[in-house]
């Protein structure tokens, strides 16, 4: 591992967590539940690690964590995506 | 490096952006949530593609348990169950980084068949502490406030020290980890313990700073995603989890202003007297004027400007579709009505205001603390449902009460304020509330539902 990739890759999260913190400072607190379950859903992008681990050539204790790994993270992507769609479509205007 | 899989990341990323900032209107949130999971989708399928997913059929397994358990799920929650669910999933989310880390680790090993590195052992250690430690702990959460376990604030002798303990631990082990990274008891050892200090560190958080913790459990699986982002070195992953770490991060800060109380007073177990919700000697002096449901009504029906003050009390009554009723009773009389919407009221950020849009109050008559507290002096009738901290006037002037410099709605200053609860028994904070004993508030007593609904059918009548 070269100091140069961690480098870049801390750039790259530092940069993530400014546009995050923006970004949310502009949802107005009626839609702070939603955006909970719906960031919760798009931190479920775990699951391309899980994906990957689950979807290995050689069955390995790696596999069975990835199992594992892909049902949590396909939970919290379909529950969250769906739940955070469910409340938003009850938010009407008069 | 799979340039196309990296590019399908760069667009999800791009997605998981927009579909935030469209979060930030109800009239866009919709889409917004669709957009965001339309680049999940992308980075999802892209990842079937990778060079090293060769067999399909446990991906298949674990995505089908999963949808169906999800979805069930999603569909089946009540609105009140809301904070439960939010709090699972943070849970699950923190879960799948732990033990993507971990399969990670022995990938290193028995797949890759590579040296580790310090910095595998590092970023899989800091990935692992975080996920566990967010697994557990959102469980706990999840069991507060689903009742299976008391929402009181539990303290015994030696708690932070021996939390404190734990996660030098870990930190050590981490550390001889990194000396010694084929030795896989170490990192098991590094698991069993995070997951025993997520229990042990949401434990002592009493029912009513439950938005505190589930806006830092939040922000922690966002953060166990950004971890394991380092493990594998993904950029996409990386980007999402500090999406949501910044988000979580926000909505603490928000909730540890709305209660005046920092951080870390919450997190470790904070007012001394919280959560003893029993009733106590009353200690202030004074009489307390009660009315009921016909006079009321008649009050109402004079009435111009009216607020009303949901709080936790209105979402254990269910009584979010009495007071929609109530809502369209008055409004249809040519009352001028609105919600007033304290930060921390219900156990997580925006709690009362799904319920209300639940019960279809349209969201543009729920306002926010800062929006409304000034127009009280105008108001007619303040009616507080269920709340009772929040409104407590000792917050402003009594610099011995534990809630002393919390923000509150300013209830007091409408020339009468109506308080619906079931007794004059204490708040969360475990202090008396000096605002019944005003000259200008009314006890209405009963639970939330019930009296409103009376209200309602008296409002009727006349």
Not at chain 2, 29 to 38: E, F, H, I, S, V
Not at chain 2, 435 to 461: I, Q, R, T
Request: hydrophobic share 50%; charged share 15%; with cysteine.
């Amino acid at each position: 591992m070269e100091g140069f990739t961690l480098l870049m890759l801390i750039y790259v999260f530092v940069l993530a967590m400014l546009v995050g913190f923006e970004l949310i400072t502009k949802v107005p607190p009626t839609l702070h539940t939603p955006l909970m379950s719906g960031s919760n859903a798009i931190s479920g992008v775990t699951i391309i690690g899980a994906l990957i681990s689950a979807g290995l050539e050689q069955f390995t204790i790696s596999t069975i964590l990835g199992l594992l790994a892909v049902i949590f993270a396909t939970i919290n992507v379909v529950g969250g995506f769906l739940v955070t769609d469910r409340m938003l479509k009850m938010f009407k205007k008069k | 490096m799979q340039v196309p899989i990296e590019i399908s990341y760069l667009i999800a990323s791009v997605l998981f952006i927009f579909g935030i900032k469209q979060l930030a209107s109800p009239k866009t949130a919709r889409k917004g949530n669709l957009t965001a999971a339309t680049g999940m989708f992308i980075a999802i399928v892209a990842t079937l593609f990778d060079k090293h997913v060769l067999t399909f059929e446990w991906i298949i397994i674990g995505v089908i348990i999963g949808a169906l358990a999800g979805s069930i799920m999603a569909l089946k929650v009540p609105m009140t169950g809301m904070p439960q669910m939010v709090g699972l999933l943070n849970g699950f989310g923190g879960a799948a980084s732990m033990l993507v880390a971990l399969s990670e680790y022995y990938k290193i090993q028995n797949v890759y068949k590579i040296d580790f590195t310090t910095y595998h052992t590092v970023t899989i250690s800091l990935s692992v502490l975080i996920g566990a430690v967010t697994f557990t702990g959102s469980l706990i959460a999840f069991g507060k406030l689903q009742g299976i376990i008391t929402g009181k604030v539990v303290k015994y002798p030696g708690q932070h020290p021996f939390n404190l303990f734990l996660l030098l631990l870990v930190i050590a082990e981490a550390v001889y980890f990194s000396l010694n990274p084929t030795n896989e008891w170490l990192i098991l050892s590094m698991v069993s313990i995070s997951l025993v200090l997520g229990v042990l560190l949401v434990l002592p958080i009493g029912g009513a700073d439950m938005p505190v913790a589930i806006s830092l459990l939040n922000s922690y699986s966002g953060l166990a995603g950004s971890a394991t982002g380092f493990v594998l070195q993904n950029n996409g992953l990386i980007i999402a989890g500090a999406l949501v770490g910044a988000s979580g991060i926000i909505l603490t800060n928000i909730m540890c202003k709305g209660m005046n109380r920092s951080l870390m007073n919450v997190v470790l177990g904070g007012w001394e007297s919280a959560g003893s919700s029993g009733p106590t000697v009353q200690t202030i002096k004074g009489n307390v004027k009660a009315v009921e449901a016909e006079e009321l009504a008649m009050l109402f029906d004079s009435a111009e400007n009216i607020i009303v003050v949901p709080g936790y009390g209105m979402a254990v009554a269910q009584a979010q579709h009495a007071v929609r009723d109530l809502f369209n009773i008055l409004e249809s009389k040519g009352k001028n009505i609105r919600f007033a919407i304290h930060p921390v009221a219900g156990r997580m950020p925006g709690h009362m205001n799904v319920l209300l849009a639940e019960a279809q109050v349209p969201y543009d008559k729920l306002y926010a603390m800062e929006d409304i507290n000034d127009d009280f002096p105008n108001i007619d009738i303040a009616f507080v449902i269920g709340a009772n901290d929040v409104v407590n006037p000792a917050a402003r002037h009594d610099k011995n009460s534990p809630i002393y410099g919390m923000p509150i709605l300013n209830v007091d200053y409408a020339k009468t304020v109506v308080i619906n609860k079931r007794s004059l028994n204490v708040g969360y904070a475990g202090i008396e509330n000096e605002l019944f004993f005003y000259p200008n508030a009314l006890m209405y007593f009963g639970d939330a539902k019930e009296s409103v609904n009376k209200l309602v059918h008296e409002l009727k009548e006349l």
